[in-house]
């Protein structure tokens, strides 16, 4: 029944130079996204409007439940497309449109014509006014109400005629691409990807970093991994996920310093280290999915120590969400039944049983003058082995 999509968009903050960048990636995301979905799509920017239209057979479902994860999309309005074979025509299609799409036939509603086609013999008003009053004498139970009207009906007319009166919510935001990039700071857990998928919402690509030590974590661990990447590249597009070796700084830092500062250490390693492929590699940011309280690390002391290492900015989006909240979203976008495999994403012999809650920026610098000998070259080696997959 339905041809097209009309994609609607938000509009507050986009003008002048930013709507064209704002509109360009939007399409970019949709065609993009509408690859993975069977059928053949086009999709078009015009006079302020952006379709997609579908040059063959496509499945709805899949195609709108694609289309509900791409950032900047507001609602999305599937478009019965008419030709212009005169008024006559276009009352009958619109009475057949009606008739299928509203069985019940007992709601109020409102005519919104648009004439693009500055030639097509009729005004607005009286298109309008004719097809009200051709829907009133064919569906008695229907009424008027052009304040809230339970179906807005739209027909554009434009070369050809597009007809459309349902909205299906899309996920707001913005289209990833338009905000700059950033540098995920990806593990197995729950709250990491949720993390990402956030940041990726304001319109930021993602970029991701796992760190791994083998043999003490598995491959089965790292797959988990590439598992999540791909869940929330469905949102975002691709992500390029760089995977690096950890093993030999977990334990030299195991070696050298003490095992309660352990965890902090090892934290600040993560992040001086994802920071320095950040910058490598163009983000401008990091993302962690940290939470204040949650765990010894991420106390306001803890997160604090780790933060001091940085440069660049760090976003953590989810730092006064309760766990239960993280949940929800992470099931809203389908990574926590990935999350909760049971495949450890760091190994426990490196986690302190009694690990400092409250770690001294001081006392923790202080310890890490032991591991001056070799941890510089450590560093390097893991930035210079560390492995890229692409996923999405
Ligand atoms: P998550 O559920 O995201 O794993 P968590 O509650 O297990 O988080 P931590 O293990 O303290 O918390 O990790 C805090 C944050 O540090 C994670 O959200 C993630 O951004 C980052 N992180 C932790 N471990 C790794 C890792 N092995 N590789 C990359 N990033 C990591
Ligand atoms: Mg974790």
Do not use: W
């Not at 938000?10 to 970019?28: H, P, Q, S, T």
């Not at 459309?164 to 709250?191: A, F, Q, R």
């Amino acid at each position: 029944m339905f041809q097209a999509f009309l994609i609607k968009y938000g509009e507050i903050g986009i003008k002048g130079k930013n709507r064209y960048l704002f509109e360009d990636a939007l399409v970019n995301q949709i065609k993009h996204t509408l690859k993975h979905v069977e059928g053949q799509f086009r999709v078009t920017k015009e006079q302020g409007r952006i379709y997609a239209e579908a040059l063959e057979p496509f499945d709805f479902a899949e195609t709108t439940q694609a289309l509900q994860r791409v950032f900047g999309i507001v609602g999305i309005c599937p478009v019965v497309i008419l030709e212009d074979e005169g008024f006559e025509r276009l009352a009958e299609e619109v009475l057949s449109y009606i008739k299928r799409q509203y069985p019940q036939g007992n709601q109020s509603f409102k005519v919104h014509a648009r004439r693009a086609k500055k030639t097509y013999p009729m005004e607005s008003m009286e298109i309008n006014r004719e097809l009200g009053g051709r829907i009133l004498e064919a569906f008695p139970e229907m009424h008027v109400d052009v304040h809230t009207p339970d179906v807005l009906l739209c027909v554009e007319i434009r070369q050809k005629i597009y007809v459309y009166s349902e909205v299906i919510p899309g996920p707001g935001g913005m289209p990833v691409g338009t905000n700059g990039k950033s540098m995920l700071l990806l593990s197995g857990g729950i709250d990491s990807p949720v993390a990402g998928y956030m940041v990726a919402k304001r319109g930021v690509k993602i970029d991701a970093v796992y760190f791994h030590a083998p043999p003490y974590t598995s491959e089965r661990a790292k797959q988990k991994v590439v598992d999540l990447a791909r869940k929330v590249s469905l949102y975002t597009g691709p992500i390029y996920l760089y995977v690096v070796n950890f093993t030999d700084i977990q334990l030299y830092i195991y070696e050298k310093c003490p095992h309660d500062e352990l965890t902090i250490i090892m934290r600040r390693y993560m992040m001086r280290i994802a920071e320095e492929i950040a910058r490598k590699t163009g983000s401008l940011g990091l993302i962690t999915g940290e939470s204040i309280g949650q765990v010894a690390s991420q106390t306001v002391q803890s997160l604090a120590a780790t933060n001091e290492v940085c440069t660049m900015p760090v976003f953590r989006p989810l730092i006064a969400f309760d766990k239960e909240d993280i949940v929800t979203i992470s099931k809203k976008i389908d990574t926590y039944e990935t999350s909760i495999q049971p495949f450890e994403d760091c190994c426990t012999i490196f986690v302190a049983k009694h690990p400092v809650t409250k770690p001294n920026v001081n006392i923790i610098k202080r310890s890490e003058v032991h591991l001056q000998e070799k941890i510089d070259e450590l560093v390097q080696t893991a930035l210079e082995t560390a492995e890229l997959i692409v996923v999405g």
